[in-house]
């Protein structure tokens, strides 16, 4: 089977930074909402965050390309736009990003629960807006948190492997990622070795991610330490 | 001359604060019992309590109406010292001090005695200083309006009048209106001319 194991490690660490640096943006912004802001609807888009997090990745995948596919209704703009997902490593981004997102914007939120909302009172009783405090105050206290949102995000778009088989396809060279990779590979005959390899550039990559996601956590509780 | 005009309810806990307060002095000190609702007071002042319901107002501003109307904490020109300082973390102490200043830094450093302390983060900070530096950073933002709570809790007796009397010719150089809250006769006696009290929730003028 023609199958390069260095191109699906390349597309799977692309994949996995595309959609923690798309998703820095929303997961930002709908963090900083859940963690500071009551409204109405609150918990209906707390749980629409979560979806993909108890859905079936497939199932989610399936929605995707219910919406985004050719013949969904988002399907023809994003066309227009030279930007279709449907067997693109874009549509491996998007999934990913939503299949990451829960994660993502639950770190964050975490992160900005551990702020002290005193710090951003202070802020405001000094005259600074509320824009000026979020970004001088709120964001840099939250910062580690929200950078160890985006390792998490990575690492998890780095193994997607449901959503981004239904939406992008296996296409060795395009979107065949880590994970696809090896289910082609257990799909073929006999013991391939390259399987071994992308597992463990799979594993390393994961721990790696994971070792930089719990220095990120330790940074975040430092950064917010009064005594000491 | 300025005036202060506090006439708000506002819940707290179980029970219902009922706050009024009318005065020209601009020195004024807010004693009684832990728990009676003085910091309330002072966050309502700092536009930071909206679940209060009345009158604020400052130096012929409405800062808060009945009707409804509201000026945010930052646009109304206050410096407020919570009791912990909370110094931002992840600023120096220079940093902190000029955080929102609008005047110069370093003689209100030199005054409150932290000028050495410049470059040392928050968390390396003894309580005192850590009270100092919030005091500077209120003060360097050239408020109208001082609120200080406890400002002193953390110093001894010495530094404490030494400062207490620092602050107020401080504010009385700049004319700057002060409330304080503590449970300190001598903060209060240096740095107020006017006493009230909050007993049984409302706000009535001290005795003696």
């Given amino acids: ?228 | 001359m300025a005036e202060l005009h506090v006439d708000v309810e506002i819940p707290l806990g179980p029970r219902r604060l009922s706050l009024t307060l009318r005065s020209r002095c601009p020195a004024i000190a807010v004693v009684g019992p832990s728990g009676a609702g003085k910091s309330t007071l002072l966050r309502i002042l700092a536009g930071l309590e909206r679940r209060a319901r009345g009158t604020v107002a400052f130096d012929s501003q409405t800062w808060q109406d009945p009707a409804g109307a509201f000026v945010p904490a930052w646009r109304r020109g206050v410096g407020w010292v919570p009791q912990d300082g909370l110094l931002f973390p992840h600023l120096s102490v220079q940093e902190n001090l000029a955080y929102a200043a609008r005047t110069q830094v370093a003689p209100i450093a030199r005054m409150l005695g932290i000028a050495a302390l410049s470059a040392r983060q928050p968390r390396k900070l003894s309580g005192g200083e850590r009270q100092r530096v919030a005091l500077g950073r209120a003060l360097a933002s050239a408020p109208r309006l001082l609120l200080l709570d406890e400002p002193f809790s953390a110093l001894d007796r010495p530094l404490r009048s030494e400062l207490g009397a620092a602050v107020a010719r401080w504010a009385a150089e700049h004319a700057v209106f002060l409330v304080v809250v503590t449970h300190d006769s001598a903060d209060v006696a240096a740095l107020a001319r006017e006493s009230w009290e909050i007993v049984d929730d409302r706000l009535v003028p001290a005795r003696g």
Avoid: H
């Fill in chain 1, 1 to 228: 089977m023609q199958l390069d194991v260095l191109s699906a490690v390349r597309l799977s660490c692309a994949v996995g930074a595309a959609a923690a640096a798309l998703g820095l943006v929303p997961a930002v912004a709908v963090a900083w909402l859940l963690a500071r802001r009551n409204f109405p609807g609150k918990s209906l888009l707390s749980a629409l965050v979560l979806g993909p997090l108890v859905l079936p990745p497939v199932v989610t995948g399936l929605l995707l390309l219910r919406l985004l596919g050719r013949a969904g209704p988002l399907g023809p703009l994003l066309d227009a736009l030279g930007a279709p997902v449907t067997f693109t490593l874009l549509g491996a981004v998007v999934a990913a990003l939503v299949v990451g997102f829960p994660i993502y914007v639950m770190t964050i939120r975490g992160a900005f629960e551990a702020v002290d909302p005193r710090y951003e009172e202070v802020s405001l009783s000094l005259g600074v807006a509320p824009g000026g405090t979020f970004w001088r105050i709120t964001l840099p206290l939250a910062f580690p948190g929200i950078a160890a949102g985006m390792v998490l995000a990575f690492a998890r778009g780095l193994g997607e492997f449901g959503a981004t088989a239904i939406v992008a396809g296996n296409m060795e060279g395009r979107t065949r990622t880590i994970a696809l990779a090896v289910y082609a590979l257990l799909d073929g005959p006999g013991d391939d070795p390259r399987i071994t390899t992308l597992a463990l550039a799979s594993v390393g990559l994961s721990l790696g991610a994971l070792a930089g996601f719990e220095a990120l956590t330790r940074w975040q509780r430092r950064r917010l330490e009064v005594d000491g």
